[in-house]
């Protein structure tokens, strides 16, 4: 059985802009294996977000294929492919995009709410998932009263409740400052070895795109290889 759990090829991307076709991603070619942790790097308006959109089945290709766990993800309706992302994929935000009136724990809960779990296995799982991010302490806590830190922590735990098999996450550091970033890292890292969960992060923070197991860059729509030195930032 293979270990992939993205397979895209020949990924295109393109808009109409006017008289003009903007093409965002061209002949895309990418695979990332179950566990694996990786960078996608790039300057602003490389189409980095646009690959996470359409690797999450936020958005559609305008060509090729994307195939994640051997699902071709862009044949399915839209309410499987719903179905689809609250199974198999996380989702973390440069901002938590928490629910404000909502406890630390019941922000967590909500994915396997929506999946059909029961209210007292969801509260059990939650409070395990906020144990493992070091925030069961917290979990009565509305984001209110979280630090940034703490936010984005309760944030990550949402990603991961479902024991997803692909968590993207889309300028997780950006909004924090040195030493929180590296502690996300840290997380991130561990919860990885943890669960075996493959992460596809998109990152300006070289630093942290340094410390993941590989990095692809993405430069006016085209992919490739990347060797990413730590200390410097993308634009």
Known sequence: MSNLVIECKQLGKSYQDGK?????????????T??????IVGSSGSGKSTLLHILGTLDKASSGSVKIKGEEVAALSRNNQAEFRNQYLGFIYQFHH????????????MPLLI???NKQQAKVTATDMLDKVGLAHRADHKPSELSGGERQRVAIARALVTKPAL??????????????AMKIYELLSRLNKELQTSFVVVTHDLDL??????????????????????????A
């Open 98 to 109: 928490l629910l404000m009136e909502f406890t630390a724990l019941e922000n967590v809960a």
């Open 167 to 180: 968590v993207l996450a889309d300028e997780p550091t950006g909004n924090l400052d040195k030493h929180n």
């Open 34 to 39: 179950q566990g694996e942790m990786l960078a």
């Open 115 to 117: 999946k059909g779990v």
């Open 20 to 32: 003009n076709q903007v093409e965002v991603l061209k002949g895309v070619n990418l695979s990332v």
């Open 209 to 234: 795109a340094a410390k993941l197991g590989r990095s692809v860059q993405l430069d006016d729509g085209v992919l490739s290889e990347a060797t990413v030195k730590p200390g410097a930032e993308h």
